[in-house]
């Protein structure tokens, strides 16, 4: 800040100085003098009246002798003589009564009588004895004179002496004060204007010194205060760069985070809208940041009430595993609403996470648990049933062997029996024994192939590992399904559209290529079976698509076999891994193709196997296997 200069105003020092120093003396010189003039006035003017009545009483005595005698030459040489005197204007004499002779000055008719004149009358005696009057008028216009000579000289003494005076007061004014207070303020002007090391001369004793003193001591003050008040600011600076540090680092923590967060004040405003919360709803953080919620994000408005109730009661209010449909796609979400309570703000903050994969991965835990146990199960069933079953089934073999092949021991035992062996032959063909034993042979093969089926649940390392690549398992299987008798019966692959998208360069896959096989011909029979189905129930359905896909992600290789088939619904999809589960008809479906594919994948490979699909929209089977 600049100090205010002072100029030269009336109010300036120098100013108020000079009128005094020269203004006093004058008023008191004046005084002196106006004095000075009126007392010697009265001093003339007293010296005139006596010179007069001293002339008039010189002038009496010497007229009294000529006027007893009536002597008129003398008379007239005496007055005439008498005005010759320089104020004597008039002289008059009267014997008693009349006028005996009258005298004046030539010039007499020029002065004015009331003015500038005197009056003196005496009486003229003779011998004690007052014989007549004597009259003199004088002027007083030598008076004057004199008196204005005398102002003048006064006048010219006063100015002199004034001026000496003004001078020598100014001098001892402006060295001994207004020097050392022009010293002072300049002193104080460039400690105002930050110059805290001028140097202040406190060397006086007097008032000045003191308030030198004062300056200096307050320069002194204004430096600590400079200095603390500099320390404060960098403590500020500092702070304020800590604060901004601390801000963008904490922006970086909750950009990074990987939950959706938004913070709302009071008015259900937005205050915070980060980074993941931009990807999930892509709206940008510029955009959302001081609208309503509800606005920016419609879909919450049902949570209006929970985040009212949030703030109100100072509760976490939590809502987990909220289905959401985003793109078409259902999506699982974790929904937190933590009030804000403090100094500065009042308000909430809402975190949403995306769970969709954990509760995928839940399902899947909880599928692979059960199927581990029903697996378990199955596979000891199998065990216990494969052997009476191997038993049966070679007891029916025997039987049949023995009817129909003319062994010699049989031939000797029909003829110890009185008997044929084509007897026994025609009796069997006629009570169809035969065939009723066929058909036991045929069951217990159908049913050796469900344990067969059931036995792959039983954990067994594979030894019998290769190195594969994947893509060609899966178009020599497609080859095979393709030829295959029973499916051909069925439905003719050759009507079915088959894309392919193989990606170049694939890893292999350690793994037992039969079994593989097993999976990848249980899915596209089932698609197949699917497509065919949906070909029966709709006509205007587009032609059955297949479309297999092998490609490399991370470290796995993913195999996609998907259908345009009819699709499932959840529940249906939700179950299609497990032993047992169909929606074929008896005879037609066991139910267990999937679930040994999943067993061969899950189990036995190290991969993972999920499908997607919902009703109408196909189905899609991922296999994960992982890369050599
Ligand atoms: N591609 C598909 N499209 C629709 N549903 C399917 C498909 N694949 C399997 N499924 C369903 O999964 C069930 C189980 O299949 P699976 O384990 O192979 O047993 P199965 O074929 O003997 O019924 C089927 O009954 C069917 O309902
Ligand atoms: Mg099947």
């Known amino acids: 800040m600049q100090p205010k200069k002072t100029g030269l105003s009336l109010k300036s020092l120098s100013v108020q100085f000079s009128i005094i120093v020269i203004g006093i003396p004058t ?76 005298y004046a000055v030539d010039d007499f008719s020029a002065y004015d009588p009331n003015r500038e004149s005197k009056f003196v009358q005496i009486p003229i005696r003779f011998k004690n004895e007052q014989i007549g009057k004597l009259e003199m008028i004088a002027t007083t216009r ?61 060397s006086r004793k007097d008032e000045l010194g003191a308030l030198a003193v004062n300056l200096l001591t307050m320069r002194d003050a204004v430096r600590e205060k400079v200095t603390s008040l500099e320390s404060e600011v960098a403590r500020h600076e500092k702070t304020s760069v800590t604060l901004k540090t601390t801000k963008e680092y904490l922006d970086n923590i909750l950009n990074s985070m990987p939950s959706m967060l938004i913070s709302l004040d009071s008015d259900f405003r937005i205050t915070l809208w980060n980074n993941r919360a931009e990807e999930l709803t892509g709206i940008p953080a510029q955009d ?49 609403v933590y009030p804000l309570f403090s100094e500065y703000v009042e308000g909430a903050v809402i975190r949403v996470d995306d769970v969709t994969e954990h509760v995928k991965m839940e399902q899947m835990v909880v599928q692979s648990e059960k199927m581990m146990s029903v697996g ?135 793994c037992e290529a039969s079994k593989i096989q097993q999976v990848f ?44 088939g009819p699709g499932m619904d959840e529940s249906v999809r939700k179950r299609v891994f497990e032993p047992f589960f169909t929606t074929k008809p008896v005879g037609k479906g066991t139910g267990l193709g999937l679930s040994v594919s999943y067993f061969i994948i899950t189990d036995n490979h190290r991969g993972k196997m999920n499908v997607i699909s919902a009703p109408g929209k196909g189905a899609k089977f991922v296999i994960h296997l992982p890369a050599a």
């Open 27 to 102: 008023l008191v010189l004046m005084g002196f003098g106006l004095y000075q003039i009126n007392s010697q006035t009265i001093a003339l003017q007293a010296n005139l009246d006596k010179k007069l009545n001293n002339e008039a009483a010189q002038l009496s005595a010497s007229l009294s002798t000529a006027l007893f005698n009536f002597d008129d030459e003398t008379c007239q040489v005496i007055c005439k003589a008498a005005l010759n005197k320089p104020e004597i204007i008039k002289i008059t004499i009267r014997d008693l009564n009349e006028i005996y002779q009258s």
């Open 142 to 202: 030598l008076l004057e004179k004199q008196l204005g000579a005398l102002k003048k000289s006064i006048l010219w003494q006063i100015i002199i002496l004034d001026l000496i005076l003004a001078f020598v007061m100014s001098l001892v004014l402006l060295l001994r004060f207004v020097r050392p207070l022009k010293e002072l303020e300049r002193g104080s002007e460039r400690i105002a204007a930050g110059d805290l090391d001028y140097p202040i001369d406190v």
């Open 288 to 336: 959302a940041k001081g609208k309503p919620l509800f606005e920016v994000m419609g879909e919450l408005a049902p949570l209006k009430e929970n985040i009212e109730a949030t703030i109100a009661r100072n509760e976490v209010y939590f809502q987990p595993r909220q289905p959401r449909s985003r793109d078409d796609v259902v999506v699982y979400e974790d929904i937190a």
């Open 376 to 510: 378990g199960l199955a596979a000891g069933m199998a065990h216990e049933i494969n052997n009476p079953l191997a038993g049966m089934m070679q007891n029916a073999q025997v039987v049949l062997r023995r009817i129909n092949e003319d062994m010699p021991a049989s031939v000797a035992k029909a003829k110890e029996a009185g008997t044929t062996m084509a007897a026994i032959r025609t009796f069997m063909e006629k009570r169809g024994i035969t065939r009723q034993l066929e058909s036991i042979h045929h069951a217990g093969v159908r049913a050796s192939q469900i344990v067969q089926n059931m036995l792959s649940f039983s954990r067994k390392d594979y030894t019998g590992k290769t190195l594969h690549n994947i893509a060609e398992i899966l178009d020599l299987t497609l080859e095979l399904a393709k030829s295959d008798y029973d499916l051909k019966k069925q439905y003719d692959f050759k009507t079915i559209e088959i894309d392919k998208a193989y990606e170049v360069d694939l890893p292999q896959v350690s």
């Open 521 to 564: 011909f249980n899915i596209l029979k089932n698609c197949a079976e699917a497509m065919q189905d949906s070909d029966d129930a709709r006509e205007d359905k587009g032609t059955p698509r297949l479309t297999l896909r092998v490609f490399r992600k991370g470290p796995d290789v993913i195999v996609e076999i998907e259908d345009n």
